[in-house]
């Protein structure tokens, strides 16, 4: 008589969270078609091509799909020694930026080596998120101190700000210090701590708004009280683009303000055209992949093996999901005009590439829990595999 032998099931676990890369990838995929649109008439008439950004965009985005893919089989854990080396070497890139970085619109953003760019802000603000957050861990019980716990990590936290603020940067430097605030709040640092840095800090922002006029035009604008002109119009074709776009949108190709109405819409204010092409509908299914980045990461920080993953996973999800949040204010002239990208949708290298390799490491934090258990089955007798830690395909 043939032996039948008996199975019994145990769960592989250590796997990716399939959402989130589900989610980054859609983004990813559909800025081609949102970036070719809004770009076309732009590069036809400069490069007398109108796919000529496009092609540049998605060697952008086939690099970040990379960087994604290595950074999220590397065991997050092996990132705790090289946080402070990659901190001072963002640190130094923006020095050298004040000083031998390209200028863009009176601001020196941008390092260049032929025909690449770099902005090593982007980069900076990552570094320092992975840096205060393993220090979060490390104090522990300590952060409730100010001068032991809280200052040192204030101090790096200053450094970078101010020199992302001396470009002049004002929208980035803002939201490196409001992430920075995050990383400590959920940390556990004290409140009225927090309270007081910013109490300390805010005079000084103020100051440093009032100190050039065009920030000053984009507040009183925002606020109503300026003028009609140039700091409002860029807003105005974006809103005019939302209202072309109604219910369904205009189709694919068929948008009108990026026929040279509506300035760079391929960049800061993408948004627009994917409110016009593809209308509400079609916003809101970008704005629902951007919330399901933000509930999976809340996730996978609560299930996070130690505080170092935990505090980190927080902050590259909440800066995701916040940059995309503000961008999307910001073109339906919710919140005053910034300089800020819509991650994986607007047209740039750098906050491609920084985007995708934080979400890699998120990916490999999830790859660390238990919240994607799969089950499958081995002969009795025979032992069952352990799950390796950092191990995405277990």
Not at 51 to 78: E, N
Not at 333 to 349: I, K, N, Q, R, W
Not at 359 to 375: C, K, W
Request: charged share 10%; aromatic share 10%; with cysteine.
């Amino acid at each position: 008589m043939k032996s039948v032998r008996s199975s019994i099931r145990h769960l592989q676990r250590n796997h990716i969270d399939l959402w989130t890369l589900f989610a980054v990838l859609s983004l990813m995929v559909l800025s081609l078609g949102v970036v070719y649109s809004a770009s076309a008439s732009y590069a036809q008439e400069k490069w007398g091509e109108s796919g000529h950004l496009l092609g540049s965009h998605a060697v952008k985005v086939l690099a970040g799909f990379l960087a994604m893919l290595v950074f999220m089989h590397i065991d997050y854990h092996r990132f705790s020694r090289l946080t402070k080396p990659a901190l001072l070497i963002t640190a130094g890139l923006l020095v050298v930026t004040l000083f031998l970085g390209g200028e863009v619109k009176g601001a020196s953003r941008f390092l260049r080596l032929g025909g690449f760019g770099l902005q090593p802000s982007e980069f900076a603000k990552y570094a320092l998120l992975f840096h205060l957050s393993l220090l979060v861990a490390e104090k522990k019980d300590r952060i409730t101190a100010y001068k032991e716990g809280v200052l040192p990590l204030l101090t790096w936290v200053g450094l970078i700000t101010v020199l992302v603020l001396l470009q002049p940067n004002f929208s980035t430097g803002a939201m490196i210090f409001a992430l920075s605030l995050v990383i400590l709040f959920i940390g556990r640092v004290r409140l009225s701590h927090l309270a007081l840095t910013v109490g300390a800090l805010l005079p000084l922002l103020l100051l440093y708004m009032l100190s050039a006029r065009y920030r000053m035009e984009r507040i009183l604008s925002y606020l109503g009280h300026g003028q009609q002109g140039t700091m409002n119009y860029q807003v105005w074709q974006g809103i005019i683009g939302f209202g072309n776009g109604g219910l369904f949108g205009l189709g694919p190709g068929n948008s009108v303000q990026r026929d040279l109405f509506l300035p760079e819409s391929y960049g800061d204010f993408v948004f627009s055209i994917v409110g016009e092409e593809y209308g509400l509908l079609g916003t809101l299914v970008f704005l629902g992949l951007f919330l399901l980045i933000l509930l999976r990461g809340i996730r996978i920080a609560r299930n996070a093996r130690d505080e170092f993953g935990r505090c980190l996973a927080l902050g590259i999800t909440v800066s995701v999901t916040l940059y995309a949040l503000i961008n999307a204010a910001v073109t339906l002239g919710m919140l005053p005009t910034t300089g800020l990208p819509m991650p994986f949708v607007s047209y740039g290298g750098s906050s491609m590439l920084a985007s995708a390799i934080a979400v890699g490491v998120l990916l490999n934090i999830s790859s660390q829990t238990d919240m994607n258990p799969r089950v499958s089955t081995v002969p009795a007798g025979e032992a069952q595999p352990r799950p390796v830690v950092g191990s995405v395909y277990s």
